[in-house]
């Protein structure tokens, strides 16, 4: 156990913590000191894991590690996969902190928010951070508990149910990631993540019992994942405030669950063991079938939000896609989609939540003409629906094509097939918002409506959502740049540079 | 069996019979003081013939002279208790008190 | 050094009882501090002896068992002090302001306090039946006219109803050790392990039987709880936090005690009788649990969950005869370790609430968060432990007993472990919820103003809670130290 | 075993279990302090006799045990009756059960009426 | 032979008594029928050759349990709310049978497991009587209560102080003249029972706790004994209940335990053994001491008020 540099992991979680104890002390009124700490703890933590990148390219390690059970020890590190996913969590709190002072400016009960809000980036740097699945799932579970308080944060019955249906799936989830760990530990120990995983030497004669891990795992994190049969909180879930659902979708709880599957495919079992017990087969075919399931209800949804909602349903399984196909290709694919989709997504629920604000706009039907009221925003959610369709240059492409390329290489050219119905049904739900933005006129009841925002408002909302927007853009456009997410995923599977 | 046997025997027998008959009054006599008048007489009685009965058998003059406080002891008790069981009586009217002197 | 210090724990809290009875200004307050203060020091010692050997004997009187009776102090006992030390100081402290000791309600409420503080150091270390009677109806005595001095009508039927059936487990106790000292010849719990295999069997199942009876009638196991919920929520704060975290405790640990320590090992059906309290320790947990979710008062979802979360103590026992053993033993003492301080946490929390909004029904919660929101996050994080989240104490308890089930091939209790766990989050969240509801506009009546709270109360509260967020870090030193003491697994058959 | 022994055995077994019957089928909380007194007895006379108190020589440690057996019995006591009569004094009854459901109801009442 | 019919006779009344206790319809003879159930259980406890349980059982079993008993009926009963005869039948048909049932299946397995027990050699008991030259009394009780397992007669204290604590906390909401008070009964006779009994009790009391290092007695009998004086003074009005314990009442009220305790620590502090009474004259002073604690408590508890002052 070692309290210095090396325990930056450790330090980088704490910060969020620490933001949130101070912003639930500062209490309702004082906003000012609020929002000054909330934004200076998202930059001092995008700050230190920008000075962690850089030690990591220099070849230092970090890690910390606390011994808490015998032969159980909370294990905080830092690894390529980590970084991927903490550099993409910061960077996006950090958009969203500024949005959400944006958006809640006159709403009650900020200080809980942001300090709920803070603890909820805490957990989700922890689980970045976690060296093993022991210490994942300590902070799998905190990211429950903190995200429940946001989900419910509107104080209404309905924001109630929702609350309780989000408990109801991810604390079963979590009984089962419980189960899953207890059975794994019981034979294997509580091993620290490696690459390639641990397992493979104690498979021989434990191959039902490894099976039988993977799928408790596998379901314990494809309830935050939202796989097929485990995914029907994300939508009610909307009845949060935007910048929680932008939280949920593309930063923090999703991505959590995705970001599970990962672990256990590359660093736990190792796909090679995975795929020799036939379970990466099985995960590709739940991702597969939760991309085209999320995509037919989405196009079903006339609620913005729930649409949205349906689409990362099925976006996020892309990520399990890519992973479950292996191949350094469509590793690659997946790992990078982890990034694509996320600001890809925030982009759009920003968007939303301008319409929303604005306007008063929550149904696909109200979006008639509003490009020409909020140019802006209408572009930039136009660029959002476009990289999610993958229209070549934009991310969503890249991601798709790694995707495709990767399975042909991997020998499974269904999945080619999933990703053609896929860009289809994404064309078909987004396009007509496109269209009805841009080519509808606008209605008479809407003409006369002023813009509900001050200019402040204005600011802090617009602004991230074009900062979101343009990164995104850049992600796609620049993605054979050193230093792009797709440069980052590729370092990461060991591939060259593309 | 030698004589003191004999006598405090014969005391003991003639002190439980005292018990038996202030007993049976006690249950079978009409009213609160007739039944008082027979418990505390007879019992009074019976226990001083039992007390000396057992002092005779003892032969010992201290356990004698310990059996006499008892018997003293057990007359101020039951003294005291009729008294206090007939004035109640008196006091919460189920009884007249007893013509002391004949009526004029 | 070390007997002084044993010997202190248990006079220093009674002699201090006597000082607050006698007359003066200063006797109360000097007999509180004198009392309660010294005790973590003299556990230090305590400690640190124990450490060095894990069976400390101590002969009162010079007699040697059987004839004189003699302290013990283990692992588990010393945990047990520790919980006494914390959980009842932070507890005084919470008191210190409800009742302050010029008071005549503190002039009641001390002397009470010290002699049940006393009572049960003297429990935890006795190692002699018949003097662990006298120790239980110690504190019976003092803890239940605790419970009536809140003086409501409520309090003073739970109370009675309480010390009936206190009672009564008394005598079925007292029978059993009468049935055993004639069968065995002995009172002192260790050395009876040795005497009981050649006593008539029949007689000392039926001692067992009766002794078991009796604690499980004081430990308000399923079914025998129903005195429980309203005597511990209608209590004074203070008092519920230390009757569902260490009373109620007392007679678990007597089990503990009887069936670990001075069964022999495998005899006697003890395996029947382990698996039938595991069977009512899951009964306990899935009603008790269902019990709190039905609850509309705060107090009361509380002590239902106390009689839900006893439930893991007992569902340890059948593992005893399992390779298993060392990590359910261990997993059961985080448990209680945890629950006790989380559970303090809560009743402390609930009497802040209680004290601030005047009502502790669910329904008034709402907008607790602006209100009371120390009291909130107090709830909240002893909640987490509650449920077994992590990170807790309650959450390594709850990993150890469900690796024991599983290690142990009983599947059964893992189901029971989780559903048990579920059923924890459902009420606890129940709560939070009510919490955070806004108010209701079409409602004629708004929120009552709430009043204000000492900050030494709040924090005593939020002390306890952190502590049992702490616990969930510290695990490693601790069990280190409980596994020194652990009774020794049965040979498997 | 010496016939008296088994007498008084006896004896104490029907003393517990009538105060127990006692205990269990009455309502009244001074009939249950009475019958828990009576199991008391039996106990302490199931304890002597054990302890060879029929044959002429009783074990003193139950005699002792017996005698602390007592004074507690007294001290619960004492403390139950004091209770009862502050029972009395808030609800004006003497049994527990009675009107729990209506009590219960009326301090639900009271609480509502108190915010 | 006799023996045999007396312990019969006795042990027939015993359980008559119990079972009239139980099943009296009126409250009142209950109470009545269970005082003479304790003057029974004294005389078994003699017959068993225990004349220490039976005194304390005549003194406290039914001495002070009884009047403690009785008092409070007649406070029950003032108040309007005769407990008498509310209660037959029992709570219920259906659970009489069974609770009968059950309550007979443990008498009989109770008795036949008792029934059964052999003796065992080397109890705990047969080692108090050979050591017990080094308590320093011959009576054996009182080598066990004050020697052997001195401590549980010190928590035994500990539980008579935790009950008057209780009682005095529960008693909150005294006030003068809420109890029925004693009768003041100002008759000479009273008076001239009082003036003997009361100094006779405090002879007693003493005796007793002389007696009690090699004789039947010791300090509970005389605290009894002792508190019995206490108790008709109070009944006859020449003490009467005060809302606040004097001084003198609390000091008496913990001084048992504080002297025992102090002995037993100075002892340790000395290098003995933590309660090793260091020969008959500390056992005396102690026992001194625990008699006046019994004593007060008992009468302060039977008065149910938190003192006592002298009727002005």
Known sequence: MSFGWQALPLYVTLVSVVTGILVFMLGEQRQHTRTALN??????????ILIMLLAIQAGATFEFRLPLLPGIDLLLHADHLTMLFATLSAALWLVTTVYAIGYLEQSPNRARFFGFFSLCVAATMGVASAGNLFTFFIFYELLTLATWPLVVHRGTPEAFAAGRVYLAYTLAGGVLLLIG?????????????????????????????????????????????????????LPRAMVAPAPVSALLHAVAVVKAGAFGLVRLIQDVFGFELAASLGLTDLLAWMAAATIIYGSVLALKQSDLKRRLAYSTVSQVSYIALGIATGGVLATVGGLVHLVHQGLTKITLFFCAGNYAEAYGVHSVEELDGLGVRMPVTSVCFTLGALGMIGVPPLAGFVTKWYLGAGAIAAGAPWVIVVLVASTLLNAAYFLPLVHRIWFRPLPDTMAERADGLSRVRQIALVGPTAFVAITALAAGLLAGVPGSPLFWASRLVGAEAP | MSLADVIASLLLLSGCLFYV????GLLRFPDVFARLHALTKADNLGLFLICTGLAVHSG????????????????????????????????????????????? | MTTEALVGLIFLPLLGACATVLPGRLATRAGVLAGLLPLPWLLVVVTLAVVQDPALFVELGGFAAPLGIRLFADPLAVLMLWMVAIIGGLAAVHAWFDFPPDSPAGQSFWPLWLLLTSAMNALFLSADLFNLYVCLELVTLTAIPLIALAGSKTSVRAAMRYLLLALLASLLYLLGIALLYNATGTLDLYLIRTALTAAPPAAVVTALALISLGLLLKGAVFPLHVWLPQAHASAPGPVSAVLSALVVKTAIYLLYRLWLWSVPAGTLAAEHALMLMALLGAGALLYGGVLALLQERLKLVIAY??????????????????????????????????????????????????????SDRLSHLRRLDQRQPLSLFTLAVAGVSLMGLPPSGGFLAKWLLLEAAWRSGQWWLLAVLIAGSLLAAAYIFRILAASLGRDDPTEAQPVAASRSIPVIQDAAALLLALLALGTGFAAAPILQFIEAGAPAAWSTP | MNPSAVIYLLTAAAVFGIGLYGLLQSRQILRQLLSINLMGGGIFLLL??????????????PQAMVLTGIVIAVSA?????????????????????????????????ADAHDD | MIGLAIDSVLALGIVWLALQTVRSVSMLQAVLMFIVFGLLMSLAWARLHAPDLALAEAAIGAGITGALLLVTWRRLQADGHDPVDSELPAQSKWLTIPTACAAALLIVIVGWIALQLPAVPGTAGDLAWQRLGEIGVSNPVTGVLLGFRAYDTLMEMAVLLAAWLGARAVATTYRPGALPGPVHVEVPLVGALLSLVVPISILVAVYLLQAGGSAPGGAFQGGAVLAAGGVLLFLTGRLEAAPRTSGLERVGLILGIAVFSLMGLMVMATGGHMLALPGAWAIYLVETALLLSIALSLVLLFAAAPGLRRMS
């Not at chain 1, 509580?190 to 434990?206: E, K, M, Q, S």
């Not at chain 2, 310990?66 to 007939?86: D, E, K, N, R």
Request: aromatic residues 6%; proline residues 4%; contains cysteine.
């Open chain 1, 39 to 48: 934004l200076a703890g998202a930059i001092l933590k995008l700050v230190l």
């Open chain 1, 181 to 233: 760990l207890v059975w794994l530990h019981t034979l294997a120990g509580g091993g620290d993540f490696v690459v390639d995983g641990t397992l493979a030497p104690i498979a021989a004669g434990n191959e039902n019992a490894l099976r039988g891990i993977f799928v408790l795992l596998m379901l314990g994190f494809g309830v935050k994942a939202a796989l097929l049969p485990l995914h029907s909180w």
């Open chain 2, 21 to 24: 008959a202030g007993t049976v």
């Open chain 2, 60 to 104: 010992s003059l201290r356990i004698a002279g310990l059996l006499l406080i008892v018997w003293l002891l057990g007359l101020l008790a039951a003294t005291v208790s009729c008294y206090l069981i007939a004035r109640r009586a008196v006091r919460s009217g189920q009884m007249e008190p007893p013509a002391m002197e004949p009526r004029s």
């Open chain 3, 305 to 358: 969950s106390t009689v839900a979360q006893l439930g893991y103590l007992l569902l340890i026992l059948p593992m005893a005869a399992t390779a298993a053993w060392p990590v359910a033993w261990q997993g059961g003492l985080y448990q209680l370790l945890s629950h006790g301080l989380a559970k303090a946490a809560m009743f402390l929390a609930a009497a802040n609430i209680l004290h601030a909004l005047g």
């Open chain 4, 48 to 61: 002597i006799t054990l302890g060879g108190g029929a044959d002429g020589r009783p074990d003193p440690v």
């Open chain 4, 77 to 109: 006591t004492a403390f139950a009756l004091a209770l009862l009569l502050r029972w009395h004094e808030l609800s004006g009854s003497t049994e527990l059960d009675a009107d729990a459901i209506a009590d219960a109801i009326a301090d639900a009442v």
